[in-house]
């Protein structure tokens, strides 16, 4: 199985690496089209400010490019809510897959909410041997609404997306690859998909 870890340098990437080793695959990460294009499974990876990291994308064609993409696509944190219409960080124009506009925690907050969180109304086989109020492990200042693309909820001051799903791409919030057993399970639900 070949599968492509999207570079476009704004990813937390040995970890992601590291945790597909741990389930006994190889990723490679490349920004070659062809590369991604021939891969079985994409991992669209996302750590840092959105419009400097829709600007990589851009800058590359790969904006134009995942869109396209036919096989699972999974997108994480950042990747996730650049897979959104848009998001209120930086005032940016996402990749518009999932039709839900990425907005800030409210002021009541603490921000970024770091830590384990529960995820709860799991849907979809991404969450096949994954219970109800599992913990998984959460970094971010932003967040998507709950949509009817929502596969998992979370809750920090409201109830919020934390996984997205349409047709064959994914995104979770939170960071599988640091979400200690659940988080491989769900890799691994994505690797078998």
């Keep these: 199985m070949k599968i492509v870890i999207i570079n476009y340098g704004a990813g937390n990437i040995q ?4 945790a597909i080793k741990r389930l006994g695959f190889e990723a490679i990460l490349t920004d070659n089209v062809d590369e991604i294009l021939n891969a079985d499974k994409v991992i669209f990876p996302g750590v840092g400010e959105a419009s400097s990291a829709m600007s990589k994308l851009r800058d ?3 904006d134009a490019l995942i869109p396209t993409l036919k096989q699972p696509v999974l997108g994480i944190c950042l990747g996730m809510q650049l897979m959104c ?3 209120e960080e930086g005032e940016t ?3 518009g897959i999932f039709n839900v ?3 800030k925690f409210s002021n009541k907050v603490k921000v970024p909410q770091i830590g384990w969180n529960e995820i709860s109304n799991l849907k979809t086989n991404l969450f096949s041997k994954v219970k109800e109020k599992s913990h998984i492990y959460m970094v971010h200042s932003f967040y998507a609404p709950v949509t009817n693309e929502t596969i998992a909820t979370s809750n920090y001051d409201v109830d919020y997306s934390a996984a997205l799903q349409k047709d064959n791409f994914y995104g979770t919030q ?3 690859e640091k979400s200690s057993e659940v988080g491989e399970q769900i890799l691994r639900n994505f ?3």
């Design 93 to 95: 124009r996402g990749l």
């Design 60 to 62: 590359s064609g790969l």
């Design 174 to 176: 939170f960071h599988p």
């Design 191 to 193: 690797l078998e998909m």
């Design 101 to 103: 506009d990425v907005v």
């Design 85 to 87: 219409n848009a998001s």
């Design 15 to 18: 970890s992601i690496k590291f």
